[in-house]
């Protein structure tokens, strides 16, 4: 059973940093994609980022050049996130695509809600002064 566990939400002031944290267990087949989501209230989920095993990353336009994904190995990643601002709060999500499926994304790093299949429960991310 793949289990995926945010840590590191919390409240910045605007321009703060914040670095979140995912854990996962339960893989079976190695060479996940993992990614990062966001949902703010009354917005639908959307892609923020995405690591491959081959260090292959993706960003969406909007977090370009202030967050930051990585892998510290097949089952841990983190998403630091500097500059923060005020559009940025929302429930951060941790997501997995399984192994067995990862060939079909050979040369693309997904970051669309349907490519994944493990999700996490999601942290809580604020920004205010």
């Known amino acids: 059973q793949v289990r995926l566990v945010e840590s590191g939400g919390g409240l910045v002031q605007p321009g703060g940093s914040l670095r979140l944290s995912c854990a996962a267990s339960?893989?079976?087949?190695?060479?996940?994609?993992m990614g990062w989501f966001r949902q703010a209230p009354g917005k639908e989920r959307e892609g923020v980022a995405c690591?491959?095993?081959?260090?292959?990353t993706a960003y969406a336009e909007s977090v370009k050049g202030r967050f930051t994904i990585s892998s510290a190995h097949s089952e841990n990643i983190g998403l630091e996130m500097n500059s923060l601002k005020p559009e940025d709060p929302a429930v951060y999500y941790c997501?997995?695509?399984?192994?067995?499926?990862?060939?079909?994304?050979?040369?693309?790093?997904?970051?669309?809600?349907?490519?994944?299949?493990?999700w996490g429960q999601g942290t809580q991310v604020t920004v205010s002064s």
């Open positions: 339960g893989f079976i087949f190695g060479d996940n994609i």
């Open positions: 997501a997995a695509i399984s192994g067995l499926r990862t060939a079909a994304f050979s040369g693309l790093c997904p970051t669309g809600i349907s490519d994944y299949d493990f």
């Open positions: 690591i491959k095993q081959d260090g292959m």
